[in-house]
Each structure stands twice: as C-alpha cells, then as structure tokens.
C-alpha cells in the first residue's frame, strides 16, 4: 500500500534561511507527486505538483521540489523563507491512475521575523 | 467564483447518532473527494464521485457513505458515530476524474463526537 513519510514534524527557521522539507513515499508504480500547503485559518492549496518530466518542478511563491525516483523522495526547497511561509505543509502521492491520494502526516513550519 | 464551499462549518454529536456533511464544488467541476483529517494527521481518503457514482473508496467502514447531486454537489453520511470519528472532514473538487487535474479544497466540517 502506498504511504507517505515527512521527516520534520515542526521546523523553526529565522527569516532569509534556507528551507528543505523530506518527503519519502513507499509505492513500486509510477506515481504523481504534490506538495499543499495550510496557511493559518486558510483551505489547503497547492504548492506544486509533479507528473513527469523535469523532475525539478517550481511551484508558487518561489517553492521548488525535486523527484528524485531512486531515492521514492520529493523533498520540497525555498533558498531563503520569509515570515509568510508560516504554515503547515503536506507531501501527498497517488499512483498515476487512482485517485486515492495518501498525505503525509504534515511538518509545521514556524518563520521567526 | 466561490471556491468549494462545505456546510456546516461544526457540529456536535454523541456516539450512535448519524451525521450528514455537505459540499459544494468550485465552479466548473464535476468530480468531488472526501477526506478525514484526524488532529495531527494529514487527510485520509474516504471516496471519490463523479457522474453520481463511488469512483474510488479507500479503506473506510460502510459506515461512511455517499452522494452526488445532479448539480455535482455531494454529501457525506456516517451513521453509528464513534468517538474516533471525530476529526475535520475535508470536501476537494476538480474538473473531471485525471488525478493530475488539480483539486481544490473547502475548509472543511469540525465534527466532535461525544
């Protein structure tokens, strides 16, 4: 079965710091990847997602993931996170051809101005 | 354009009782998911409708039913409540069933069982 694993439950950065957020997956098929982030009293949206291609795919708000197939991981990056970025952010799979997507249990993040 | 919209924003319930949630999609979509997201947990599939049917179930107790409304709107029904069920019930929608169509979601039901 199909699962999703986040390293970080609540990571705490200071502004202009770099972010790097693990996600590993368990799943043997193809799959599609997405990253969702919760803003504070807000629905969850998306940050970005992959299907295929370029496995360094650049989302909103100048987020970025890499796929790195070997590894079943996609972490997500931010080379410098701003007071905004607070918010708790969610890695999800499905396999290519079913619906039934699985969240990770979500890492928090907190950004100190 | 409204976004998905779900009603009502929390309920309170005891233990046996049933409970109906319901959804509305974003404008243009047909396809509508339910999740459950339990405190700390990331959102757990319930199912999927599209054209009126169950698409796709994941791995919940009949007890979790649903429907899909000529005008693609939907409602979930969970009868014999546990206190386990307590937990935020997310509504997501998109255009059509391809995964890679993006889904978007609604703030979602509080329930509270007691």
């Known amino acids: 079965a199909q699962s999703v694993s986040q390293h970080n439950h609540h990571v705490i950065l200071s502004e202009a710091a770099s972010l790097e957020l693990g996600c590993n997956y368990s799943y043997g098929g193809t799959v599609n990847l997405f990253w969702y982030v919760q803003y504070p009293g807000q629905h969850l949206q998306l940050l970005l997602k992959y299907f295929s291609g370029d496995p360094l795919v650049k989302g909103i708000k100048g987020f970025e993931a890499e796929f790195i197939k070997s590894k079943f991981s996609f972490n997500l990056r931010k080379p410098s996170v701003q007071w905004s970025d607070t918010a708790e952010y969610f890695c999800a799979v499905n396999a290519r051809w079913n619906n039934d997507m699985r969240f990770g249990a979500g890492t928090r993040l907190t950004v100190k101005p | 354009d409204a976004g998905v919209t779900q009603s009502p924003t929390h309920l309170i319930k005891t233990r046996g009782q049933q409970v109906t949630l319901r959804c509305s999609p974003k404008?243009?979509?047909?396809?509508v998911s339910w999740y459950q997201q339990a405190l700390g947990q990331g959102p757990q599939f319930i199912f999927q409708?599209?054209?009126?049917?169950?698409?796709q179930r994941g791995n919940f107790p009949d007890r979790f039913s649903g429907h899909q409304f000529p005008n693609y709107s939907s409602e979930l029904n969970v009868n014999a409540l546990l206190l386990g069920d307590s937990a935020l019930y997310l509504c997501?929608?998109?255009?059509?069933?391809?995964?890679?169509?993006?889904?978007?979601f609604g703030p979602g039901t509080r329930l509270t069982v007691l």
């Open positions: 409708y599209y054209e009126e049917e169950e698409r």
């Open positions: 404008s243009g979509h047909d396809t």
């Open positions: 997501a929608s998109r255009a059509g069933t391809p995964s890679y169509n993006e889904q978007f």
